[in-house]
């Protein structure tokens, strides 16, 4: 059922030499913050105009993580096949994360050939490629 | 030993952190600018000091000691001296050390009489727990658990850096939260606080905001890594269930806190981004009246973004993170074809 039991030559012991190397790593992402840290104390993120509810800005955008679904609900059509153009972009990211949510069950069988391996490769470069465009797109729109 | 190994890699970086400690310090004299010379502070309400609190209840209120009783904790570091703080520090620094030195006299004289073997004071503590509570031997066989090597690739450590930030936010946004007012009044001043007066405040809130967005890149990587070796596949499916919750709890993370400044940017952001939630067929009307608390974005919404982010969502994450972690020790890391 699990890969549980190996070899003791292709295995290290978990401590000290696999958590030496997570700490390594540990050790990298701190020195990134701390060059953060540094950048937010010369130049601070800031704020923008305090918030007022009778004063809508031209142009209202989510964070980038959120662009590219916003992107799509912007593009979608006001009605289609009568059914409200708003609906349907909320329903696609639901029914993508239920999609992606139960894929395990979907794709239950073990892999056999490295063929499925470089069709799974390819089918994410595809979607990193569709959701970087998307975010562009509604960066610059 | 190759040029880029991960030794050189931690020592690096360790180089990075020391440089960068010494930066960082020798910096905060800017975030200690006095309230009058800057013009970029800006309160919005006057009445969030101490002046409401000693107005309505005199006798509850502390006046500060006078600068030579002032109990200023980085003094002795500058060579001031003030009032009893840096004699006590300084005593109790130097007494405790006597008293290591008096026990070490003692011991060695002890050990040398009874002829017995020199046991270190932490052996000894580890003794008397491991005699009383047997921790020794389960201990050693979790931590000395094998670890394939392949799970020594780059690609494998996505997952750990995204646990890690997660850890970094958590540390950042308690010391946010201890200046942070979730008030419409009061949030924008503070959010101007933290970044103008507060110690460290503006270097602590970029660490929150960058790795906030670091944490969300780091874990969409960490899922692709997942999918194209196809390690969500039997006996691995609740692994990758938990995952892609806390991918979901993550980006409620990033949506609750974007309100948290109440400025413009942040108000209509949550205004759209609820009115979206309201489209849902059927439950569209139930979802934005729970997240906005009514039917508009008001200081209500801002209470109830702040309880998510700070308790709700934490506390949720923590849960799956650990539900993730025990699976993955339970099961090994999968096998690459």
């Known amino acids: 059922m699990s890969d549980i039991e190996h070899n003791t030559e292709d295995t290290i012991p978990f401590f000290p030499d696999h958590v030496k190397t997570e700490f390594y790593v540990v050790l990298g992402v701190l020195a990134v913050v701390l060059i953060i840290a540094i950048a937010g104390l010369i130049k601070p993120i800031g704020i923008g105009e305090p918030a007022d509810p009778l004063n809508t800005p031209l142009h209202v955008k989510p964070e980038w993580y959120f662009l590219a679904l916003y992107q799509i609900l912007k593009k979608i059509p006001a009605m289609v096949l009568g059914v409200q153009g708003k609906v349907i972009g909320v329903v696609i990211p639901i029914v993508l994360v239920g999609l992606i949510f139960v894929w395990p069950f979907l794709d239950s069988k073990p892999d056999k050939s490295r063929r499925i391996y470089w069709i799974r490769l390819a089918f994410a470069i595809f979607a990193v490629i569709a959701i970087i465009a998307l975010t562009i797109w509604g960066e610059v729109s | ?245 806390l991918l979901v709890l993550t980006l409620v993370f990033g949506f609750t806190g974007y309100l948290l400044p109440w400025d413009q940017r942040a108000f209509w952001a949550t205004t759209v981004g609820s009115e979206i939630a309201g489209a849902i067929p059927a439950i569209g009307n139930l979802a934005l009246v729970f997240l906005r608390v009514g039917w508009n974005v008001t200081g209500e919404t801002l209470s109830r973004f702040y309880g998510l982010h700070v308790i709700v969502v934490p506390l949720a994450t923590v849960a799956f993170m650990g539900a993730h972690f025990l699976m993955i020790r339970r099961q090994g890391i999968a096998k690459p074809l």
């Open chain 2, 1 to 245: 030993m190759r040029f880029f190994s991960l030794k050189r890699f931690g020592m690096l970086a360790m180089l990075v952190i020391a440089v960068g400690l010494l930066i960082l310090i020798s910096t905060h004299a800017r975030a200690n600018t006095p309230l009058t010379d800057d013009r970029s502070y800006v309160p919005i309400s006057p009445n969030w000091a101490l002046a409401e609190v000693e107005s309505s209840s005199p006798q509850l209120v502390v006046t500060p000691p006078p600068p030579t009783e002032d109990p200023c904790l980085s003094c002795h570091i500058l060579g001031q001296n003030k009032g009893l703080w840096t004699p006590l520090a300084r005593w109790t620094l130097f007494g405790s050390l006597g008293l290591l030195f008096v026990f070490g006299i003692v011991r060695s004289a002890s050990t040398w009489v009874t002829r017995s073997p020199w046991k270190p004071l932490t052996n000894r503590a580890a003794d008397w727990v491991d005699d009383r509570y047997k921790i020794s031997e389960p201990l050693t066989k979790i931590l000395k658990k094998p670890v394939p090597k392949y799970a020594l690739h780059w690609w494998y450590c996505l997952g750990g850096i995204t646990a890690f930030l997660f850890v970094v936010q958590g540390i950042t946004g308690i010391l946010l939260a201890f200046y942070y007012k979730p008030t419409p009044e009061a949030a924008y001043a503070s959010i101007q606080y933290i970044e103008t007066q507060v110690y460290f405040g503006s270097a602590i809130r970029a660490i929150h905001h960058w790795c906030a967005n670091g944490m969300i890149v780091m874990c969409v990587a960490h899922m692709l890594r997942v999918f194209i070796m196809g390690a969500y596949k039997r006996p691995r499916e609740l692994n990758w269930l938990s995952g892609v919750l």
